[in-house]
């Protein structure tokens, strides 16, 4: 039986780019952020970065779902954290996973953005979008 983590998984360098897009949003929301507002925020962003360079600023692969956009491999962290689903100690994914907590279905940084995983136009298209 595949596991969730085991359908296309992602390299290193872009499991730690989801990562950072997260936290830089979620900086701006001490209190916590929903999930439908935080996918909302990565969807315009994405959307308004691609539209401007013609490059992806985060690659997140997004889904069509009722109340929006849904970026798949994030919310896939996010429901591993909420659950409290055990990650090997080997997996890619742990360092994402310790990154964030969920709390009455709000998502929290728990730690600082990794800045030097984005560039200068793509922290102010992240700014502009929160």
Known sequence: MM???EDK?????EIKKIETV????????????????LFKIMYF????????YGKVLCPDTFKARKYG???????????TVETHERVSEKSDIKPFVASVKVQNQLVY??????IDY???KERQCLDHTT
């Open 109 to 114: 940084g728990v730690q600082n953005p990794d």
């Open 22 to 37: 997260v936290l830089y949003i979620l900086q701006a929301f001490k209190e916590g952020v929903d999930y439908i507002k």
């Open 9 to 13: 998984m992602k390299t290193k360098d």
């Open 69 to 79: 956009p849904v970026p798949a491999f994030s919310d896939k962290v996010i429901k």
């Open 3 to 5: 596991g969730i983590w």
């Open 118 to 120: 984005l560039s200068v």
């Open 45 to 52: 962003a994405q959307r308004d970065y691609l539209s401007k």
